[in-house]
């Protein structure tokens, strides 16, 4: 199997788009607070957009962007989020960005944040933080986008491996880059790939609770309840040493080692740290980027690549990353034999295109509330010019 496949038509849910569109699927009981999660389609490079599940006082949606690789196609997301109604306010109004991360400072990241920032040229509030991972870049875009931030109001954060924060009811940890990389940022002793910022999203998030206690009128019970979390690992641009480091700072809890142990630390703190619904795998699936052992760890049955594809000039994506991420998904390794395609292993690339040429474009996933509806995969159509067109969004459908 080569690196990438034509998809054939009959994977999307129906002819028209209409049918299986995205908006409409938020408007069905279950979904109307649920996180969606972009993938836009930039070539070999990364623009994300979570839109965020409607505050809990306002019902008002923001939004988290990780990652701007070019001009024009965030801002255009952003319009038509709120041309759908899905944003309640237009484009550059303040507080929409709660959150804008810069993975780390290559062009295919931060091509296009400076643009995103000039929706804003009042300093108004539009982005009320910024992430960056503190690697000092010998670059002028890099250069123009620090300048751009020292001159304006945003707080501005360079977070390590633990740095947890939760929005709307979505928490973003940091899993890389660990404490023992950022030391090495001032000697550049480390590869700017791996000084990446790598999140997991979790939704819904941890909540505390306080209510009435029935037992003893007039005092409450205060607890904590562990929701069963979707969880997206976002992987940036991390390789071998960072993916190593977050191993250390994350560690796996074996049960030949570790017993009984092992099995009740698992039930307190939940899942493994690791372990996701969904990965966006890092550094456009290059053969440097992932290895089989940390795809099985993570175990994610949607697994989402940024890539140009079969017109890539850096030859992304990579057959050898391609081939550990469908042995990890269906391991045939001892048994012998091919892997089923792609699109039935949950494996999705914005460079695809349908058996018809077609391209299948960005990536969104619908993110429910509850473990009582499951994810949804659309593909958006677009072009890598194309500005986004929710109503042509058209549903995966599941194998």
Known sequence: MSALDAVPVSTLDAAAPAPGSLVQLLAQPGYESSLVYVVLNVGDGDSQVLLLPPDRRTEARRVVVVDVATTRKVPALLRELHTVGLLTHPAGSPGQVRLLVATHPHLDHIGGMVDLLELDPQDAGFVEEFWDPGFFFPQPTFHGLMSRLESSRIRRLQPSSGTSVTLDDVRVTVVAPGVGLRTRFDTYGVQVNDASIVLMVEYPAQRVYVEPDPANPGRVDRG?????????????????????QSAVDFPDLQNEQNGTLADELRAARGTDY??????????????????????????????????????????????????????????????????????????????????????????????????????????????????????????????
Do not use: C, Y
């Not at 904590?224 to 040493?241: V, Y």
């Not at 690791?274 to 099985?296: P, Q, R, T």
């Open 224 to 244: 904590i309840t562990r929701p069963r979390s979707w969880r997206l690992l976002l992987g940036a641009d991390a390789q071998f040493t960072s993916w190593a």
């Open 274 to 399: 690791l372990k996701a619904d969904v990965f966006k795998i890092s550094h456009h699936a290059s053969k440097h980027g992932v290895n089989v052992e940390l795809l099985e760890r993570v175990g994610a049955p949607i697994t989402l690549v940024s890539t140009q594809g079969p017109r890539s000039r850096h030859g992304f994506p990579h057959v050898l990353a391609m081939e550990a991420v469908r042995e990890s998904r269906e391991a045939v390794a001892k048994s012998g034999g091919g892997h089923r395609p792609d699109h039935e292993l949950g494996i999705h690339l914005t460079g695809q295109s349908l058996a018809t040429g077609e391209a299948l474009g960005s990536v969104a996933v619908v993110v429910p509330p509850s473990r009582g509806r499951d994810l949804a995969v659309f593909r958006l159509m677009d072009e890598r010019s194309d500005r986004i067109a929710l109503a042509d969004a058209r549903r995966v459908r599941r194998p």
